[in-house]
């Protein structure tokens, strides 16, 4: 009996893995999509869903947490590049590539985060900002340019969004090209209009309130 247990754990893994995909899928689509959608995308029965998930907030909190994760370990892995450019658009790239902003500016507001979730995402904070001052720092940057207008573009590349997945990804590559070189010095003329404040960015985190009853 013991010896059948870690195959139990591997195929629960295996099923946790498929109500997550199905959960990215669905949600990324339409956030406000029910529960029930996952498990019907999933192949499984409601209940083998609640068995892992208390409801629709727990698991649209855990897949903003994995996109967080991933954005912070892509953004650990961009700041070993040597050079200060190259380890900025590294980063953008590798964000954009993982399409981590559809798990994670696109679901805000849909759930209350955890204090867990709120210390990684200032760690996540943290990262990105060092990462602009290195483009900063190394001359490359536009003049004019902050970070908010980075998280800007970021969201961007993620609203492409196509019924083929990988020609999205593509799409999203090929305008994160044409930014990066926009956001380079020496590219004419002035930016129009004031740079985004942090209140433009963070609203969306903000839970709406309950409805009245």
Not at 2 to 21: C, M, T
Not at 29 to 52: K, N
Not at 113 to 135: G, H, K, N, V
Request: neutral net charge; hydrophobic residues 45%.
């Amino acid at each position: 009996m013991n010896q059948a247990l870690p195959g139990r754990r591997a195929q629960a893994a295996r099923n946790d893995e498929v109500i997550l995909q199905a959960a990215r899928d669905v949600f990324i689509a339409d956030p406000d999509a029910p529960i029930a959608a996952v498990a019907q995308r999933a192949g499984v029965g409601i209940s083998a869903l609640y068995r892992r998930y208390q409801g629709k907030e727990d698991l649209l909190r855990q897949l903003c947490h994995d996109g967080l994760k991933r954005f912070i370990a892509i953004a650990e892995h961009a700041a070993t590049e040597a050079g200060d450019w190259q380890a900025f658009a590294a980063f953008l790239t590798g964000v954009v590539d993982a399409d981590v902003h559809s798990l994670t500016v696109h679901l805000a507001g849909t759930f209350t985060p955890t204090r867990e979730m709120e210390r990684d995402a200032a760690a996540a904070a943290t990262l990105a900002e060092a990462l602009f001052a290195r483009a900063a720092a190394s001359g490359r940057l536009r003049p004019g340019v902050v970070g908010g207008d980075v998280s800007l573009i970021l969201e961007g590349c993620a609203a492409i969004r196509l019924p083929d997945s990988e020609r999205s990804r593509q799409l999203r590559l090929r305008f994160l090209g044409l930014l990066l070189d926009g956001l380079q010095a020496g590219t004419a003329g002035d930016l129009p209009g004031p740079p985004p404040g942090p209140a433009e960015l963070n609203w969306r985190w903000q839970q709406p309130p309950p409805a009245a009853r």
